[in-house]
């Protein structure tokens, strides 16, 4: 069955990196497109990253571009988020998503199918 289970978030500070991974079941990852939303407080859930099947495209919010970078590891179906420079505005519960289809995008999370449980990003001084 498609399962899909985050971890890696905690606490840092400003300016400070995490790693987050993804490890799904249930699925060939390369066959899928993957994605990382995020959602804080309040907010509706927006997209950070993803890649496409077969590494077909991949897209990042303008707001993490340059401090963010999406990786797969098809051989042991996972996905990660390398998260660098943190900024207080990047806290959120941080979700890995995916759905079968070959482009992949950072819009409406209702294009989605399938999700982890969640992970929580905090960044403070």
């Known amino acids: 069955q498609v399962q899909l289970a985050e971890s890696g978030g905690g606490l840092v500070t400003p300016g400070g990196s995490l790693r987050l991974s993804c490890v799904v079941s249930?699925?060939?990852?390369?066959?899928?497109?993957v994605a990382w939303y995020r959602q804080a407080p309040g907010k509706e859930r927006e997209g950070v990253a993803c890649?496409?099947?077969?590494?077909?495209?991949?897209v990042y919010a303008d707001s993490v571009k340059g401090r963010f970078t999406m990786s797969r590891d098809n051989a042991e179906n996972t996905m990660y988020l390398q998260m660098n420079n943190l900024e207080p505005e990047d806290t959120a519960v941080y979700y890995c998503?995916?759905?079968?289809?070959?482009?992949?995008?950072?819009?409406?999370?209702?294009?989605?199918?399938?999700w982890g449980q969640g992970t929580q990003v905090t960044v403070s001084s």
């Open positions: 998503t995916s759905v079968d289809f070959i482009l992949c995008g950072v819009g409406p999370a209702e294009q989605y199918e399938y």
């Open positions: 249930g699925f060939t990852l390369d066959d899928y497109s």
């Open positions: 890649v496409g099947a077969r590494g077909r495209n991949t």
